[in-house]
T-cell receptor, first 114, second 112 residues
Framework: QKEVEQDPGPLSVPEGAIVSLNCTYSNSAFQYFMWYRQYSRKGPELLMY????GNKEDGRFTAQVDKSSKYISLFIRDSQPSDSATYLC??????????????FGQGTILTVHP | SAVISQKPSRDICQRGTSLTIQCQVDSQVTMMFWYRQQPGQSLTLIATANQGSEATYESGFVIDKFPISRPNLTFSTLTVSNMSPEDSSIYLCSVVRATEAFFGQGTRLTVV
């Protein structure tokens, strides 16, 4: 069993739809939870960062963490064609400079069509 | 933010040869991280590189296959040695600034 499971999709939605992306994990030591967006032929870029359980909102994006269920989600409201990318969840059990030791999900390919 | 430059951006190599990938950061960092992204797979951490000490490798990765150098606080190299087609992947370096991990654009390696 992988430490982090993410449905690879692909996911295709019409413009304006609400998108829900999810990951489950097995390592209860994970404390830092992130969502990255990766455009084709580019490196991942950080979208959302959450420490421990709870919700975090940034514009059209909302990240949720439920540590009791070992489940994290990313919601995208009013999705736009420019949101078309691969979305990766990532987690870490270490703080400080070791924070860079991330465990990633497989990534979900999202296409938002006009 | 952090600006990370990786070279080369892509390469096609013959099996049995080696390729060295360079990673340059715009300011000093304590640790640099090397990841592999195989086709259709998640990013997997290869090793952590500290300046002035041996790199720390994750399970499944060994120094003979992926030697790493870290000569100063802004630069690191990853060598993929004795390549086979199974090494065809995207290789990315990463650094941490505050609570954010930044990634280079990656090196797309194809082994034929």
């Amino acid at each position: 069993q992988k430490e982090v499971e993410q449905d690879p999709g692909p996911l295709s939605v019409p413009e304006g739809a609400i998108v829900s992306l999810n990951c489950t994990y097995s390592n209860s030591a994970f404390q830092y939870f992130m969502w990255y967006r990766q455009y084709s032929r580019k490196g991942p870029e950080l979208l959302m960062y959450t420490y421990s359980s709870g919700n975090k909102e940034d514009g059209r994006f909302t990240a949720q963490v439920d540590k009791s269920s070992k489940y994290i989600s990313l919601f995208i409201r009013d999705s736009q064609p420019s949101d078309s990318a691969t979305y990766l969840c990532a987690m870490s059990d270490a703080g400080g400079t070791s924070y860079g030791k991330l465990t990633f999900g497989q990534g979900t390919i999202l296409t938002v069509h006009p | 933010s952090a600006v990370i430059s990786q070279k080369p951006s892509r390469d096609i190599c013959q099996r049995g040869t080696s390729l060295t990938i360079q990673c340059q950061v715009d300011s000093q960092v304590t640790m640099m991280f090397w990841y592999r992204q195989q086709p259709g797979q998640s990013l997997t951490l290869i090793a952590t590189a500290n300046q002035g000490s041996e790199a720390t490798y994750e399970s499944g990765f060994v120094i003979d296959k992926f030697p790493i150098s870290r000569p100063n606080l802004t630069f690191s190299t990853l060598t993929v040695s004795n390549m086979s087609p199974e090494d065809s992947s995207i290789y990315l370096c990463s650094v941490v600034r505050a609570t954010e991990a930044f990634f280079g654009q990656g090196t797309r390696l194809t082994v034929v």
